[in-house]
């Protein structure tokens, strides 16, 4: 089993940069692919960005240029660096990962962005 747990939201202002971090619990997590979701306030949650286990990395349209996703298995954790923030940016923030077939969530992590 994996626990996930995202830190890193606030409120920030447009056209500022926040962080994001998913830590996750146990010894595999070198093996873990990760992606990060997002779930704006009345939509449906959206993928923003993966990241596998050997480093390759893919971002939805909307971030690319923006976001930058990165791991460090030392510290078995993924980080979401965000710039350029947007207000439609603003969501709750999720990391996910899948393990033998089934999906582990965090709870996820607020990020507000103020026009």
């Known amino acids: 089993q994996v626990q996930l747990v995202e830190s890193g939201g606030g409120l920030v202002q447009a056209g500022g940069s926040l962080s994001l971090s998913c830590a996750a619990s146990?010894?595999?997590?070198?093996?873990?692919?990760i992606d990060w979701y997002r779930q704006p306030p009345g939509k449906q949650r959206e993928v923003v960005a993966g990241?596998?286990?050997?480093?390759?990395?893919n971002y939805a349209d909307s971030v690319k240029g923006r976001f930058t996703i990165s791991r460090a298995n030392a510290k078995n954790s993924v980080d979401l660096q965000m710039n350029r923030l947007k207000p439609e940016d603003t969501a709750v923030y999720y990391c996910?990962?899948?393990?033998?077939?089934?999906?582990?969530w965090g709870k996820g992590t607020l990020v507000t962005v103020s026009s």
């Open positions: 996910k990962t899948r393990l033998w077939g089934a999906d582990y």
């Open positions: 146990g010894r595999i997590f070198s093996i873990l692919a």
């Open positions: 990241i596998s286990s050997s480093g390759s990395t």
